[in-house]
């Protein structure tokens, strides 16, 4: 599983006015990767999220996916070069319908011209349809595609997020707790469209409190705690590995 | 000259303060701007105005019109904020600026579009400190609206109704569980904001010996513009941010003459705006994005 | 058609685009209480054109809306870093430097606070006023059913995420507070060639705050919106004539009525249940 990073962070840190919210971070994210990144509450995971997306600066460090270095654009340019996200806290657009999520997806892709206000090329309309359609089926969400999105039941939200990420045709996919909130057989739904997606030839990076679906899913895991790496490697190695217990469950006094 | 228009600001500033502090109060406590206010400072001249003509006391008529403000902030309570509290922000603001009209029109037709003024209420002399040129009557509005900020001051510091503001002001799903009564809070929130914006009005009236049912449009905009200017929720804050509205418009009036006045104030406020959005004392940084 | 009704049509026209004017950056989350400052704009530029330079109307009227619209893009700038009630207050004081500009300066060609009279020999007929009313209407027609207008409605609803899926909200942004601009400057125009006369009076607060309102009370989430708020706005009036002086107090009432009892607007996108969607998507259900 070698070839060149998807993603690679040298001594990324984050200074947020004298609290250190990530501390000189390096790691690389494998192509056709699934990775996951995992730490107890307050470790830094979302900031390393908003870092890479370009939502803040970096304080010191750089980011580069495939050679082209991410760390002073601004987040719609990071997007166009192929990087998409989901949210912690869902965040849909509360005026659209989920057709229309995967639509203003679709609008700014890689590749894709910034005109739009008369469809010229009714075969460029179509295929952009016929994709739309796929990510719809594909995550199962072709029968609420008309219903307003902010309406749906929560696990199907989340899927709507995520069929938003899609529509960007992202090579790099980063999503966040994307099974917070979710029950066990939603879950294991999730579990199945993300190897899916996984088998697209989408590079996954993940962020996730549940360890069942971090260990089944991924193949490289980063520790973070305190904004730091403390650990990474296979399941099987952060498995037993000392450190990332104690950082979870406390040290025994 | 300097000095003296210097002076003058700070008396005009001292009403601006007052109607500065009225916004900022529903501001920071529950995060709504009241457009309407500038509309309660022109009723409580109005009302005053009334009182007076009604044979009672000035002072008696004083305090029986901020009753009244009080009361008509009370209803704005009642339609403009209780029922929106779940409605996009933009709402009530609009709300307010329905009552503003309303309040307008009410008053042009009910007392009559011409300017009147106040009778003369006391015997005028002027002291001379120094350089300046200080009438007795500017003295005493400028002493009662100190008062009156002062006031204020001691309420929301040392009451409990003052510090259950605070709380309000910092979380009221908090502030309820702490055993705050919010219902109390915001009515009291109303009826303070809506008192002193009569006050202002009233002051500024017998001041400038202007009495108008449109006299509240331009000190309501230069009040917000103060307290944006002087911190957003912060009452020092707007005191500082009307002393400063009031030196410059005098300033500019004084130094570039009347056309330029608008331009200072406004240019002030953009400039705040631009340059420092959480004003000269506020220390909210705007509108940080959580992801 | 009587001379009255002739007038109110024409209002209703001016007031139609006035409320587009405050849509364009509405529906991009950006509240401008300001756009009196850009029919000021349009309205004096346009006014100077054809009485000073002699030139003709259509150049005059389109060099108003450009030259408004290029302020809308300025403005449009330090508007990026402010929302809701500070964009509000920067927009307003912008009006007010507007209107001051006009009232205290160029006097000698506008006739500064003593108003501009004489624009033209007869007023412009009302089919002027009505050809850029259907124009825009159409141009908005496009603009909301196309991707564009959806990645407007993505940046109202949420301009950071907007941002994360690849949308260029800066240009987004300014160009809908310049859209806006040019569209208020045109009809300025208008209005200073149908009256044959503009002060900048005319041009205060209130005016900008009606056009606000023909939209937040008409629908705020859809351009139809503004042009319902923009018609009950004009017409009602005229029904009403028998409340006299009382018309205000009415409104205000019926301003606070319906802020309570419907706070989109009256017209909501499930209302108007149209194909709001690029040609060949079947009708929404819900």
């Given at each position: 599983?070698?070839?060149?990073?998807?993603?690679?962070?040298?001594?990324?840190?984050?200074?947020?006015?004298?609290?250190?919210?990530?501390?000189?971070?390096?790691?690389?994210?494998?192509?056709?990767?699934?990775?996951?990144?995992?730490?107890?509450?307050?470790?830094?995971?979302?900031?390393?999220?908003?870092?890479?997306?370009?939502?803040?600066?970096?304080?010191?460090?750089?980011?580069?996916?495939?050679?082209?270095?991410?760390?002073?654009?601004?987040?719609?340019?990071?997007?166009?070069?192929?990087?998409?996200?989901?949210?912690?806290?869902?965040?849909?657009?509360?005026?659209?319908?989920?057709?229309?999520?995967?639509?203003?997806?679709?609008?700014?892709?890689?590749?894709?011209?910034?005109?739009?206000?008369?469809?010229?090329?009714?075969?460029?309309?179509?295929?952009?349809?016929?994709?739309?359609?796929?990510?719809?089926?594909?995550?199962?969400?072709?029968?609420?595609?008309?219903?307003?999105?902010?309406?749906?039941?929560?696990?199907?939200?989340?899927?709507?997020?995520?069929?938003?990420?899609?529509?960007?045709?992202?090579?790099?996919?980063?999503?966040?707790?994307?099974?917070?909130?979710?029950?066990?057989?939603?879950?294991?739904?999730?579990?199945?469209?993300?190897?899916?997606?996984?088998?697209?030839?989408?590079?996954?990076?993940?962020?996730?409190?549940?360890?069942?679906?971090?260990?089944?899913?991924?193949?490289?895991?980063?520790?973070?705690?305190?904004?730091?790496?403390?650990?990474e490697g296979t399941p099987g190695q952060i498995r037993v590995n000392e450190q990332v217990i104690e950082a979870y469950l406390g040290r025994e006094e | 000259m300097f000095l003296q228009q210097l002076f003058n600001g700070v008396m005009l500033g001292s009403t601006y303060a007052l109607i500065a502090i009225s916004f900022t109060l529903l501001m920071g406590v529950l995060n709504m701007l009241n457009f309407a206010i500038g509309e309660v400072f022109m009723l409580g001249a109005i009302f005053g105005l009334t009182f007076v003509k009604l044979g009672l006391s000035l002072y008696l008529a004083f305090f029986l019109a901020i009753i009244c403000t009080g009361c008509a902030c009370l209803v704005i309570e009642r339609f403009s904020f209780r029922p929106l509290r779940h409605a996009p922000p933009l709402v009530p603001l609009l709300s307010t600026i329905g009552f503003s009209i309303l309040f307008q029109n009410t008053a042009e037709n009910l007392w009559g579009s011409e300017r009147s003024q106040f009778p003369q209420w006391m015997e005028p002399?002027?002291?001379?400190?120094?350089?300046?040129?200080?009438?007795?009557?500017?003295?005493?509005?400028?002493?009662?609206?100190?008062?009156?900020?002062?006031?204020?001051?001691?309420?929301?510091?040392?009451?409990?109704?003052?510090?259950?503001?605070?709380?309000?002001?910092?979380?009221?799903?908090?502030?309820?569980?702490?055993?705050?009564?919010?219902?109390?809070?915001?009515?009291?929130?109303?009826?303070?904001?809506?008192?002193?914006?009569?006050?202002?009005?009233?002051?500024?009236?017998?001041?400038?010996?202007?009495?108008?049912?449109?006299?509240?449009?331009?000190?309501?905009?230069?009040?917000?513009?103060?307290?944006?200017?002087?911190?957003?929720?912060?009452?020092?804050?707007?005191?500082?941010?009307?002393?400063?509205?009031?030196?410059?418009?005098?300033?500019?009036?004084?130094?570039?003459?009347?056309?330029?006045?608008?331009?200072?104030?406004?240019?002030a406020l953009f400039l705040a705006l631009v340059i420092r959005p959480q004003g000269i004392l506020g220390m909210i940084h705007p509108e940080r994005e959580r992801i | 058609m009587s001379v009255y009704h002739l007038d109110l049509l024409s209002a209703l026209g001016i007031n139609i685009l006035l409320a587009l004017s405050v849509y364009s950056p509405m529906a991009t989350g950006q509240l401008s209480l300001g756009n009196a400052g850009f029919m000021a704009i349009g309205a004096y530029v346009s006014a100077i054109l054809t009485v000073h330079l002699h030139l003709p109307l259509f150049p005059s009227l389109v060099t108003g809306g450009v030259i408004a619209g290029i302020f809308g893009i300025l403005v449009g700038f330090p508007a990026l870093r402010l929302r809701g009630v500070f964009l509000a207050m920067a927009t307003l004081g912008f009006g007010e430097i507007v209107r001051n500009f006009f009232m205290n300066f160029l006097g000698r060609v506008t006739g500064a606070a003593y108003g501009f009279r004489g624009i033209g020999d007869t007023p412009i007929s009302i089919l002027w006023i009505w050809s850029w009313v259907i124009f825009f209407l159409i141009f908005f027609f496009f603009l909301s059913r196309s991707r564009l207008g959806l990645t407007m409605l993505a940046t109202h609803d949420d301009d950071t995420v907007s941002e994360l899926i690849g949308i260029n909200i800066v240009r987004l942004k300014i160009g809908a507070f310049g859209?806006?601009?040019?569209?208020?400057?045109?009809?300025?125009?208008?209005?200073?060639?149908?009256?044959?006369?503009?002060?900048?009076?005319?041009?205060?607060?209130?005016?900008?705050?009606?056009?606000?309102?023909?939209?937040?009370?008409?629908?705020?989430?859809?351009?139809?919106?503004?042009?319902?708020?923009?018609?009950?706005?004009?017409l009602l009036p005229e029904f009403l004539r028998f409340l006299h002086d009382w018309r205000g107090a009415f409104f205000g009432v019926m301003i606070i009525g319906i802020m309570i009892a419907r706070p989109y607007g009256l017209l909501t996108r499930e209302i108007l249940q149209f194909d709001f969607w690029l040609p060949g998507q079947r009708k929404r259900r819900l």
């Open positions: 599983m070698s070839g060149k990073p998807m993603l690679t962070l040298t001594g990324v840190s984050k200074n947020f006015g004298g609290l250190l919210a990530v501390n000189n971070l390096s790691l690389n994210v494998h192509k056709e990767h699934i990775c996951g990144l995992i730490g107890p509450n307050g470790a830094g995971k979302t900031t390393v999220f908003n870092l890479i997306t370009g939502v803040y600066p970096c304080t010191k460090g750089s980011i580069l996916s495939e050679e082209v270095d991410l760390t002073r654009l601004k987040p719609y340019h990071i997007t166009r070069l192929g990087l998409a996200r989901t949210f912690q806290t869902i965040r849909l657009f509360k005026n659209m319908t989920t057709w229309e999520h995967v639509m203003v997806g679709q609008g700014f892709r890689p590749r894709s011209d910034t005109r739009g206000i008369f469809p010229f090329s009714r075969t460029r309309e179509r295929n952009l349809r016929d994709e739309a359609k796929e990510i719809l089926v594909l995550l199962g969400l072709w029968e609420v595609r008309y219903r307003k999105a902010s309406i749906l039941p929560y696990g199907i939200q989340r899927k709507v997020e995520i069929a938003r990420a899609l529509a960007l045709r992202p090579k790099l996919l980063l999503l966040d707790e994307p099974t917070a909130g979710l029950n066990i057989q939603e879950t294991n739904e999730l579990l199945k469209t993300l190897n899916k997606i996984h088998e697209l030839g989408i590079t996954i990076l993940i962020i996730e409190h549940d360890m069942r679906v971090i260990m089944e899913l991924c193949d490289h895991i980063f520790v973070l705690n305190f904004g730091q790496k403390i650990a | 002399i002027d002291f001379h400190v120094g350089p300046l040129l200080i009438p007795s009557t500017q003295l005493i509005i400028f002493a009662a609206a100190v008062f009156l900020m002062v006031g204020l001051d001691l309420f929301i510091q040392r009451t409990r109704i003052g510090r259950g503001m605070r709380a309000v002001a910092e979380n009221i799903e908090t502030a309820s569980i702490l055993g705050v009564d919010s219902n109390l809070i915001i009515s009291t929130t109303f009826l303070v904001s809506g008192a002193l914006a009569g006050a202002s009005g009233i002051l500024f009236g017998l001041s400038f010996s202007i009495v108008s049912p449109f006299m509240g449009m331009e000190p309501g905009i230069k009040g917000i513009a103060a307290m944006i200017v002087g911190g957003m929720g912060n009452i020092r804050g707007a005191i500082v941010g009307g002393l400063m509205i009031g030196i410059i418009e005098v300033l500019s009036v004084g130094y570039l003459g009347a056309p330029a006045k608008d331009f200072a104030v406004y240019g | 859209l806006g601009a040019f569209v208020a400057g045109v009809a300025g125009g208008l209005h200073a060639h149908y009256y044959l006369y503009t002060e900048p009076e005319f041009f205060n607060v209130w005016k900008s705050i009606h056009m606000v309102l023909f939209v937040i009370m008409g629908g705020m989430l859809t351009f139809w919106g503004g042009v319902f708020g923009a018609g009950v706005f004009t």
